[in-house]
Protein backbone atom coordinates (compact mmCIF):
# COMPACT_ATOMS: atom_id res chain seq x y z
CA UNK A 1 0.00 0.00 0.00
CA UNK A 2 1.14 3.53 -1.20
CA UNK A 3 2.23 5.45 2.27
CA UNK A 4 0.46 8.63 0.81
CA UNK A 5 -3.11 6.66 1.49
CA UNK A 6 -2.20 7.17 5.12
CA UNK A 7 -2.73 11.29 4.48
CA UNK A 8 -5.42 11.08 1.65
CA UNK A 9 -7.59 8.08 3.16
CA UNK A 10 -7.16 8.22 7.01
CA UNK A 11 -10.18 6.24 7.69
CA UNK A 12 -9.02 3.56 4.96
CA UNK A 13 -5.77 3.69 6.73
CA UNK A 14 -7.03 3.40 10.57
CA UNK A 15 -8.92 -0.02 8.86
CA UNK A 16 -6.73 -1.00 6.09
CA UNK A 17 -7.82 -5.05 7.35
CA UNK A 18 -11.24 -4.09 6.69
CA UNK A 19 -10.40 -3.26 2.67
CA UNK A 20 -7.51 -5.49 2.10
CA UNK A 21 -7.29 -9.24 1.84
CA UNK A 22 -3.27 -10.76 1.68
CA UNK A 23 -2.51 -13.62 0.54
CA UNK A 24 1.25 -15.30 0.61
CA UNK A 25 0.93 -18.39 -2.01
CA UNK A 26 3.95 -20.26 -3.82
CA UNK A 27 3.15 -20.91 -7.02
CA UNK A 28 4.61 -24.82 -8.31
CA UNK A 29 4.63 -24.58 -12.47
CA UNK A 30 5.51 -28.16 -14.00
CA UNK A 31 5.41 -29.09 -17.74
CA UNK A 32 2.66 -31.67 -18.98
CA UNK A 33 1.41 -32.45 -22.48
CA UNK A 34 -2.00 -31.03 -23.31
CA UNK A 35 -4.52 -33.02 -25.28
CA UNK A 36 -3.08 -31.78 -28.82
CA UNK A 37 0.74 -33.60 -27.15
CA UNK A 38 2.20 -30.32 -27.06
CA UNK A 39 4.26 -29.52 -24.17
CA UNK A 40 2.34 -26.47 -21.53
CA UNK A 41 2.96 -25.21 -18.08
CA UNK A 42 0.85 -26.46 -15.38
CA UNK A 43 0.43 -24.21 -12.23
CA UNK A 44 -0.04 -25.33 -8.76
CA UNK A 45 -0.96 -22.59 -6.19
CA UNK A 46 -0.21 -23.20 -2.33
CA UNK A 47 -1.48 -20.98 -0.06
CA UNK A 48 0.46 -20.64 3.33
CA UNK A 49 -1.49 -19.14 6.57
CA UNK A 50 -0.01 -16.17 7.97
CA UNK A 51 0.44 -16.35 11.79
CA UNK A 52 1.48 -13.62 14.30
CA UNK A 53 5.17 -13.30 14.49
CA UNK A 54 7.08 -14.50 17.03
CA UNK A 55 10.26 -13.01 18.66
CA UNK A 56 12.42 -16.16 18.04
CA UNK A 57 11.27 -16.77 14.24
CA UNK A 58 12.91 -13.33 13.75
CA UNK A 59 15.52 -13.31 16.43
CA UNK A 60 13.61 -9.67 18.10
CA UNK A 61 14.13 -9.32 21.49
CA UNK A 62 10.65 -8.16 22.52
CA UNK A 63 11.98 -5.63 24.78
CA UNK A 64 13.32 -4.17 21.81
CA UNK A 65 10.64 -4.45 19.35
CA UNK A 66 10.30 -0.45 18.30
CA UNK A 67 8.70 -1.59 15.28
CA UNK A 68 6.47 -3.95 16.90
CA UNK A 69 6.94 -6.62 14.97
CA UNK A 70 5.43 -9.33 18.00
CA UNK A 71 2.68 -7.64 17.97
CA UNK A 72 1.63 -6.30 14.55
CA UNK A 73 3.37 -8.31 11.70
CA UNK A 74 2.47 -12.00 10.41
CA UNK A 75 4.67 -14.46 9.59
CA UNK A 76 3.94 -17.89 7.46
CA UNK A 77 3.16 -20.56 9.58
CA UNK A 78 5.26 -22.79 7.62
CA UNK A 79 7.66 -21.81 4.50
CA UNK A 80 9.19 -24.80 2.24
CA UNK A 81 10.55 -24.20 -1.39
CA UNK A 82 13.43 -25.00 -3.56
CA UNK A 83 15.24 -23.09 -6.20
CA UNK A 84 15.37 -24.66 -9.69
CA UNK A 85 16.97 -23.67 -12.87
CA UNK A 86 19.58 -20.99 -13.69
CA UNK A 87 19.74 -17.32 -13.77
CA UNK A 88 22.39 -14.91 -15.17
CA UNK A 89 23.04 -11.25 -16.07
CA UNK A 90 25.73 -9.23 -17.97
Not at 55 to 75: E, P
Request: hydrophobic residues 35%.
Amino acid sequence: MDWAWKYYEPEVWAHLDEYVDLRVTQNVYKWVKDSGGFPTPYRTKIRSKLIPCNSTRLNVNATHDFLGITTKYLCPEKIDFYVQGMLSAE
